[in-house]
């Protein structure tokens, strides 16, 4: 699959200045350069449309993003792993800042990455079911960057981040609807995607520009770290990358994931 069909835009059905982009990388929406790329560039075409929103989505029938692909860190290309983790960067602040309403329709499991483009957005509706959403890197052996805890901590309280982040949790849906990981739970993609339009919909009266400057200086704390140690951000991962723990660690996981497979077969 080419990078530009990984990420689908489409107009709302009885809106047309809302955009639902739906990330599409099978089979679990793992983040590698290439969706990354097109979720970049997508968000950089989205700022200067003429939507007004956005509904991120998955066309997984269970999963919103798995995170991270695994593989992108596992023995890694260094070069290629400089321009994977810029990307991510440049990912997180694009959506994180956006001029546009972000509403998040998680039809899903949302570990990790999945979870961080899921906290991105200003508003958060689950389907409800046997899924979990949750920063779990400690859990895996790896450590999550202080940008993806500041993104937490934009969402739910300080305690309840720092004990999920040391204990690698994943909330079931109803756990994250407690802790205010999300904000409501749906009964299926549609009713998901419908209620991300219902808290679009409260934004009608309100001028565009004073709501982004708002929303941006509510969250200029988080980023502006990021911006001014994008580099050395990039060169801790790539360094931490080194670490044979950390690629022990890996292996492992993916052994993991792929015994998970043939336990179920
Ligand atoms: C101190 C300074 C620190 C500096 C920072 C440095 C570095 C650290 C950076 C840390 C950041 C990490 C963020 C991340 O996002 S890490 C990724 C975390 N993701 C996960 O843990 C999710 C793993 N996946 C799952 O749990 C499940 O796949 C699932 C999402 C619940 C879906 O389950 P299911 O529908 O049953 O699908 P399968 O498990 O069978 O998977 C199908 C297929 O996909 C492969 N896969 C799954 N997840 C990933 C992934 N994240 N990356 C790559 N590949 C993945 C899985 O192995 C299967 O593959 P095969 O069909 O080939 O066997």
Redesign the pocket.
């Known amino acids: 699959m080419s990078s530009q069909n990984l990420v689908t835009v489409t107009p709302d059905k009885d809106n047309d200045e809302i955009a639902i982009v739906t990330m599409q990388r099978p089979?679990?929406n793992?983040l590698n350069l290439e969706l990354l790329q097109a979720l970049s560039k997508t968000l950089d075409e989205l700022s200067t449309s003429d939507f007004r929103a956005m509904v991120l989505t998955s066309a997984s029938p269970?999963?919103f993003s798995?995170?991270?692909?695994?593989?992108e860190m596992y023995k890694p290309d260094l070069k290629r792993a400089e321009q994977f983790w810029s990307t991510l960067q440049d990912v997180w602040l694009k959506l994180f800042e956006s001029n546009l309403i972000t509403a998040a329709a998680i039809n899903g499991?949302a570990?990790?990455?999945g979870c961080l483009l899921a906290m991105s957005c200003e508003y958060r509706a689950m389907v409800s079911g046997k899924y979990s959403i949750g920063l779990?890197?400690t859990a895996?052996g790896?450590?999550?960057?202080r940008w993806f805890m500041d993104c937490m901590l934009n969402t739910i309280s300080q305690r309840e981040a720092e004990i999920a982040l040391t204990t690698g949790k994943l909330f079931s849906v109803e756990e994250a609807l407690k802790v205010g990981l999300i904000d409501e739970t749906a009964k299926d993609k549609e009713d998901a995607i419908n209620k991300c339009l219902g808290f679009i919909e409260k934004f009608e009266s309100i001028p565009p520009l004073p709501r982004s400057m708002t929303k941006q200086k509510f969250r200029a704390n988080g980023v502006q770290w990021l911006k001014a140690n994008k580099q050395a951000d990039i060169d801790?991962?790539v360094h931490?990358l080194k670490f044979p723990q950390v690629q022990q660690s890996l292996e492992m996981y993916i052994h993991m994931?792929?015994s998970?497979?043939n336990k179920s077969e």
């Open positions: 089979p679990v793992s269970t999963v798995a995170g991270l692909d695994i593989m499991h570990p990790a990455g779990n890197e895996l790896i450590v999550a960057p801790e991962f931490f994931l792929k998970k497979q």
